[in-house]
């Protein structure tokens, strides 16, 4: 007897209903709608046995499905722009963008006149207007490329002048030395690793000079006995200095004083500026070059340059951030930490009401490996016990934290606000809590 809706056998939810739901009705678009089915059914079956709970249904199906890549993760880690998450996520207007033009589009077409145009000119028009000291600008696949296409234009079989100081490894084991040299250019380097002077430059200037490389050190600091020379001396030489920014930031930021932006770069007589589209402009992934417009062409007309042009969608998603800068990347670098704070005590209440016990601590965010380094974003977190690391990760959705000194981190920065719900029900998931 007893309450029926009480009888988990009768809470199992229904195949129609299961099938209607939207990470299985993906599933089915994936790997068959029959297969699905077979894997909704074996849950049900579970459910009736009481081997796992009727609200367990479809976390089970999904997880007896091959696991598509990329899986959607919460980044709470306090990292803005995570390299191993993919850097910027893209804002609502970038993201319907790419939805609007996966078909045929007029990428390349001018409608009005029925012949070819300008390949993503909407990008391109919209990057030079957000820059307008740049004479010209071109686009291609990411940060790396846009110096590949740099050294290749403009200095095979002669020397690229740089200190030893910005002899920069980015990352996963990539070196820009290595990356230069393979173009066939020449490194000339100069002064040591925590010093250069002008003079340095000015010495190793000769007829085999291309250009003289300027590298922002984004992922590390060098304090003490230093010195490097800026832009500005540099441009006093008299060859064209190319400047690798990094981040992408386009107009100075007041949150990051020490992160050069590309109409300051350029103002300060760098010929050519280079950055990546997918840290702080918190867009695709791109490489940007915007500089003096004979340059510009020349790179832009180099054979190389057909091999590093961007997808359509890519370039979709960048007219749409250039248009609405209010990306996730913004909003994150940006929020408030009293704000955040409040919202982490929100969550804490929240899982304090269904037995979950956690605290709300102060932590530090960071920019991540996409820029200023040694800054620290005054930030709140919830802290959880060490062990919930693992099921965090592997959960659904896959939320990511900051294991510090046996706790788990959760900085809610990066997490959007209409996430918090979500995050809260992979908290109360995780088996054996307390
Ligand atoms: C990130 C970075 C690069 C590489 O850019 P990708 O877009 O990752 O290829 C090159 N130089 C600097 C200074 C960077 O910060």
Redesign the pocket.
Known sequence: MGDVAADPRRRVPRTDALLADPRLAAAAVTVGRERVKAAVHRAQERARRGEITPEAVRDAALAALPASTPRAVLNATGVVLHTNLGRAALSPAAVAAVAAATGHTDVELDLRTGRRARRGRDALDALAAAVPDAGAVHVVN????A?VLAATALAADAEIVVSRGEL?E?GDGFR?PDLLESTGARLREVGTTNRSTLDDYAAALGPRTGFVLK??P??FQVTGFTSAVPVRALATLGVPVVA????GLLAPDALLPAEPDAASTLRAGAALVTA?G??LLGGP?T?LLLGAADLVERLRRHPLARALRVDKLTLAALAATLGDPTTPTRTALHADPGALRERTERLRDALAADGCEAQVVPAGAVVG???APGVELPSWALALPEHYAGPLRLGDPPVLGRVIRGRLLLDLRCVPVDADAALRAAVLRVPGRG
């Open positions: 990411n940060g790396a490329a110096l920069v980015i820009l590298v922002h984004s992922n690798d920014i990094g981040s990546s997918d840290k992934q490489g490996g996409g820029g």
